[in-house]
């Protein structure tokens, strides 16, 4: 497994934006999907977007048309959670996952990535 790290989290009031990034801290010769979850005390680990590396993306109705996931053009091992239009429900900590076994899908169960970040907190205030 390669650690990944995430950077772009901080404290925004609703209706803000945020840019989350996350790079491995070596380079991954293939991820078939990149996703990004989020987890709050007490609760599990949720879904919030996922990338496969054929293009098609994935992402959980609470942030559907809110957020975008994207890959960085020139650093392939490089992902994105474009967040706009934050609400304070949106607060958590988030973990970038990238998946190396092949799959035809993006998947969104957490078991189904073998490659984790810390995490990076996002809050919201009312």
């Known amino acids: 497994q390669v650690q990944l790290v995430e950077s772009g989290g901080g404290l925004v009031q609703t209706g803000d934006s945020l840019r989350l990034s996350c790079a491995p801290t070596?380079?991954?010769?293939?991820?078939?999907?990149m996703g990004w979850f989020r987890q709050v005390p007490g609760k599990q680990r949720e879904f919030v977007a996922g990338l496969h590396s054929g293009g098609r993306n994935y992402y959980a109705d609470s942030v559907r048309g809110r957020f975008t996931i994207s890959r960085d053009n020139v650093e392939k091992n490089t992902v994105y959670l474009q967040m706009n239009g934050l609400k304070p429900e949106d607060t958590a900590k988030y973990y970038c996952?990238?998946?190396?076994?092949?799959?035809?899908?993006?998947?969104?169960?957490?078991?189904?990535?073998?490659?984790w970040g810390l995490g990076t907190q996002v809050t919201v205030s009312s």
């Open positions: 996952a990238m998946r190396t076994r092949y799959t035809q899908v993006v998947v969104t169960a957490p078991g189904e990535y073998n490659n």
């Open positions: 070596r380079y991954i010769s293939y991820v078939d999907v």
